[in-house]
């Protein structure tokens, strides 16, 4: 009888490439999990800082994508598509280090507008940018019947033409796409604001004017809340324990569409 190790590459040895319309649509279904999760989360806790929970929400995707990438395991994207990831050399598991590299090229791929996943059309194994940092590659599980390997090539295109055209628009069309950003850290500058003011008199202020004038650039402070907040879109409320701020921020063409923003204390 011939060692695990060996029947399992044996058996791996007989699976073909997965196809990129699979791996397409595998992604696209674990990242709207984690979107989905992460909003319905945002809008129950509502969390502070916006940029501390981005950054656990990122972590964790991180950390599914890494763990769902160990051992026999798949993501809920990948069972459902009957594909696997596996190691490029040994055609075994991943490790916890070659999955979490996995994982990171995932990110870097998202940041960088999908430009890490356009790797698989120069590449005969279909390899990706995590799939390089990782040494992995990613197999199919179980044969697919022509009607559903139709239907994958289908929607796969759809979605990649749809990756193509949001990484075109964000990256070229859309001067809007960093104006929500913009006016957050503006509540965050006018936060500090109002500590400073109550160190210096007591108490918080709605008073705009007045923590623009504390700023020491007043000029720059209001030509900041004209470029990133709609007129008259903006409020402040306050008591003797904290306050409340929030504003709508120039990131839509449509006025009625704007992103509304708010930081409280």
Do not use: C
Not at 50 to 70: A, D, G, K
Not at 186 to 193: C, E, M, P
């Amino acid at each position: 009888m011939e060692p695990l190790g060996q029947e399992q590459i044996k058996q791996e040895n007989n699976y073909n490439i997965a196809s990129v319309f699979e791996r397409a649509i595998a992604f696209v279904i674990d990242v709207m999990l984690w979107l989905t999760v992460s909003t319905w989360l945002y809008q129950t806790l509502q969390p502070k800082s916006i940029n501390i929970y981005f950054l656990l929400s990122l972590l964790t995707f991180v950390l599914y994508e890494t763990i769902f990438s160990m051992g026999k395991l798949k993501t809920i994207g990948k069972f459902l598509l009957g594909i696997k990831v596996i190691d490029r050399k040994t055609k075994g598991n991943l490790d916890f280090t070659h999955a979490f590299l996995r994982a990171i090229g995932y990110i870097l791929s998202i940041f960088t507008f999908f430009l890490g996943f356009a790797f698989v059309l120069f590449s005969k194994k279909r390899l990706a940018l995590e799939d390089l940092l990782a040494g992995s590659e990613v197999i199919s599980t179980r044969e697919k019947t022509g009607t559903e390997m139709t239907l994958i090539s289908f929607f796969g295109t759809i979605l990649i033409i749809f990756a193509i055209y949001f990484a075109y628009n964000n990256l070229i069309f859309n001067p809007y796409k960093a104006m929500k950003q913009s006016a957050q850290e503006q509540l965050v500058k006018i936060a500090y604001l109002e500590e400073v003011h109550k160190q210096k008199y007591g108490s918080y202020t709605n008073d705009l004017l007045r923590l623009a004038l504390i700023s020491g650039d007043e000029v720059q402070f209001q030509r900041d809340m004209q470029q990133y907040f709609r007129p008259n879109g903006f409020k402040i409320g306050v008591s003797k324990e904290g306050y409340y701020i929030e504003g709508f921020a120039k990131d839509n063409a449509d006025p009625a569409k704007s992103s509304k923003v708010y930081f409280t204390k």
